[in-house]
């Protein structure tokens, strides 16, 4: 499996007029041709404008034969039309689970906000990065956090990168459950471990958007 991730930034004050016209327009299209996003959001605290959503495919030839169908269908060509200027810019990287995901009983609910973090480890040292996260963080995360959505590393795009999502009722949810982790000492002893592998770590919280359920 591979999965797309898709990153669009709007003008100021476009994305709600995007996500109803694309709900209204577009999301139908895409899903008869994609089939359902593994998700669709809106920042909320990070890029502002910014809507991020993401499609699994079998491989990278499921995904051109599928994005090629899509192209030729007039309607879809219709929307593009109807959306075109919407978008400052836009981005997207190719990326694998990583060695330990899927997850048994992950993910474990629905959620409200999700915790979206793109971690950039220092050349050469991912495959290490993963090793240490697997041995010393993970089931940590899974007992203080659950409801893991998904755990990738970079395949085509931004490279020696990995991708991790959790989701949470909501924002103070997120706040108890991590703060109760980092209170943990093996947390911090995992920190001592995985931190210095890494050269550069962003977060940004999510929103469903609009027309989106998990």
Not at 93 to 110: D, E, L, N, V
Not at 140 to 157: E, R
Not at 169 to 181: I, L, P, S, V
Not at 187 to 205: A, E, F, H, I, S
């Amino acid at each position: 499996m591979i999965v797309d991730v898709r990153s669009y930034t709007a003008h100021p004050g476009k994305l709600p007029g995007y996500f109803a016209g694309y709900a209204a327009e577009g999301f139908e299209v895409q899903k008869r041709h994609l089939g359902n996003p593994l998700g669709y959001y809106g920042v909320e605290i990070g890029a502002m404008n910014t809507a991020i959503h993401i499609w699994g495919y079998k491989d990278i030839a499921e995904r051109q034969a599928k994005r090629d169908a899509m192209q030729a269908d007039p309607a879809w060509a219709a929307w593009l039309g109807k959306s075109a200027g919407t978008f400052l810019s836009q981005e997207n990287r190719i990326m694998k689970p990583a060695p330990f995901w899927p997850i048994a009983g992950q993910p474990s609910g629905s959620y409200g906000v999700l915790d979206f973090r793109v971690y950039t480890a220092q050349h050469g040292k991912l495959p290490e990065f993963l090793a240490v996260y697997r041995d010393m963080a993970l089931q940590l995360q899974l007992k203080y956090l659950g409801n893991c959505v998904g755990w990738y590393q970079s395949d085509i795009g931004g490279l020696n990168q990995v991708l991790h999502m959790w989701g949470y009722k909501d924002m103070g949810e997120r706040q108890g459950k991590r703060a109760a982790m980092a209170a943990d000492p093996l947390w911090g002893d995992y920190l001592k471990r995985g931190t210095p592998l890494l050269q550069r770590m962003d977060v940004q919280l999510l929103v469903n958007a609009p027309f989106f359920k998990p």
